[in-house]
């Protein structure tokens, strides 16, 4: 498996380098709720795959075959790998967008632009709009520079994926959810749980996945709104608080679950933007995240039964850390987020003094963990050991680990991540549904109910069973404690969206053939209940409940599988 691995990173290289030899074509938008000027400037973001560019200099920008003056630095930087560009932060002067949008050819030479096409950068905000109060009335670019998706996803900015312009039931799965109610949030009125599982990335990945103006346009937004409540005085994180935290509203500034670098670099690539963090506030952002407050410290290693510990934390923190050091190349976070490695992979793969005195084995590959400290309906020191039925995971919050895992693999290449991934994504299919998969491939495949029990979904139609995800899981406690906590938490199933994700990276790393035929199939099933479900339009389930799109959306599972599929 490992072997496998390094050759699909080096075939990727390949593919990189082969896609970045071309031209790089751009879309000038004008915001559409604007009226454009022909003295318009524009300010956008250009990410690099590595080892393509070393020097600003070398980039050439044309308009119908005509040079562009323009300014250009360095964003992001490779710095892991060979230190070279990964974005640059572009910008035009005096651009007219009166007769719609503009067609720009961008082009990587040896030799440098001419002194004469080097204009001196403007501050952004000199390009920038008022948006409607439903917005909060925030400042965002009067015009937006579109990438082709089939560039993005070459560029290696996030982890590999495939765009989903040209499969309709996808793209009008995105579009019925931003139309029904996701793009409809008012951003003062809104709550904390909103923004939770980070607003923002997930419109900059849906972007990233589909090419289109509006999710771009909401990205820029959300982070406008999230970084604007990102405490930024210089204080030294803490457990009580410090800089880095988010002081939105209800949100105690040591919440960690609250605490996201990947707005900041996603909008630093695509939009050219970091005027709202310098690196010192983003390193404070992880390591105010890892303290652990609010919720377990999940960098710590598993010594007892019931320490506390979520998935939500293991997952979400991590992936602020892997951001930060992608931004600042602080080597603390890379030491961070490889010791959570090394905790999460002790606790997915060794046998420890309590499992093997309850005969908790064999080890299922799931982040098993006490259930009721997890709840918060007890405390550590009151959880009574022992209890066979105490000890589950979350299926749906395990797909914020998969999603740090895949993350950390792209920086690390850990030789452990694939086993990792392949042992919990093979966990969520066995234990995390009601169902078990018997035979047949695809949306003929045949499951029975592991379990009887009454069960609401927000999305019904053919694939019920298949699809119906359990709030919690476990490889060891009862049908009776399964069927007690399945009835009491209902609509689970709006997490299988992101579901698809962990179960994609299983059936990738995956070398058994009845392995991957078991893991397509549950997919299937899930995607076609939600994006082509011909008894109920599921793109349309709200539920009042906004961070449903932050969940479904900020790994890109569904561009992930489609990736997966052809590699």
Not at 367 to 393: I, K, L, P
Not at 398 to 426: C, Y
């Amino acid at each position: 498996m490992v072997k496998s691995c390094i050759a699909l990173v080096l075939v990727w290289k390949v593919v990189l380098a082969d896609a970045l030899a071309q031209d790089i074509l751009l879309t000038l938008h004008a915001d559409p709720y604007i009226t454009p000027s022909q003295k318009e400037l524009v300010t956008f973001g250009l990410p690099l795959a590595p080892g393509i560019l070393t020097d600003p200099s070398q980039l050439h920008i044309y308009q119908d075959g005509q040079p562009l003056a323009r300014a250009a630095r360095a964003g992001l930087l490779w710095h892991w790998r060979d230190q070279s560009i990964r974005s640059l932060i572009i910008q035009l002067h005096q651009m007219d967008m009166t007769q719609g949008s503009v067609q720009l050819t961008l082009t990587i030479k040896a030799s440098p632009v001419a002194a004469d096409l080097i204009v001196e950068e403007q501050p952004h905000s000199l390009g920038w709009a008022k948006a409607d109060p439903i917005n909060s009335g925030i400042f965002h670019p009067r015009v937006y520079a579109l990438h082709s998706p089939d560039y993005l996803a070459t560029t290696a900015l996030i982890p590999p994926y495939a765009p989903i312009s040209g499969h309709t039931h996808l793209t009008e799965f995105l579009s019925g959810q931003f139309s029904h109610w996701a793009g409809s949030l008012n951003y003062q009125e809104s709550r904390a749980a909103d923004w939770l599982f980070d607003r923002p990335s997930a419109f900059f990945k849906a972007y990233m996945a589909s090419g289109e103006l509006r999710y771009l346009r909401e990205a820029f937004l959300s982070k406008q709104f999230y970084f604007q409540y990102v405490r930024n005085d210089g204080s030294l994180p803490s457990r009580g608080g410090g800089s880095g935290c988010w002081t939105f509203k209800t949100v105690s500034c040591a919440d960690g679950k609250y605490i996201y670098a990947q707005p900041a670099k996603l909008a630093l690539a695509l939009s050219g933007d970091d005027s709202q963090w310098d690196p010192p506030l983003i390193v404070n952002m992880a390591l105010q995240a890892d303290l652990g407050n609010h919720q377990p410290n999940t960098r710590q290693r598993i010594y007892r039964e019931n320490q506390p510990f979520t998935e939500r934390a293991a997952g979400l923190v991590g992936l602020t850390e892997v951001h930060a050091f992608e931004i600042t190349g602080e080597e603390r976070l890379l030491y961070h987020f490889n010791e959570r490695l090394d905790h999460l992979y002790a606790m997915q793969n060794e046998t420890t003094r309590w499992e093997r005195f309850n005969n908790w084995l064999p080890k299922s590959g799931a982040f098993v963990h006490a259930w009721s400290v997890h709840e918060g309906h007890e405390r550590e020191a009151q959880a009574a050991t022992g209890q066979t039925d105490n000890r589950r995971f979350s299926p749906w919050m395990s797909e914020n680990i998969a999603d740090f895992l895949w993350h950390s693999f792209q920086i690390t290449q850990d030789e452990r991540i694939p086993g990792m991934l392949k042992r919990l994504g093979d966990a969520i299919d066995r234990y995390g549904f009601r169902s078990r998969y018997l035979s047949g491939e695809q949306l003929e495949a045949q499951y029975e109910a592991r379990f009887d029990a009454q069960s609401r979904r927000a999305c019904t139609g053919a694939s019920d069973l298949a699809t119906d995800l359990l709030y919690s899981a476990s490889p060891f406690a009862s049908d009776k404690a399964m069927i007690a906590a399945h009835e009491q938490y209902h609509w689970t199933d709006k997490h299988n969206i992101q579901i698809i994700l962990p179960l994609a990276l299983a059936y990738h790393f995956s070398e058994d053939p009845s392995d991957r035929k078991r893991l397509a199939a549950r997919i299937s099933h899930i995607q076609a209940q939600w994006t082509q479900n011909e008894s109920q339009n599921c793109a349309g389930v709200f539920g009042n409940t906004y961070r449903m799109w932050n969940w479904q959306h900020r790994s890109n599972s569904l561009a992930t599988w489609l990736w997966v599929q052809n590699h």
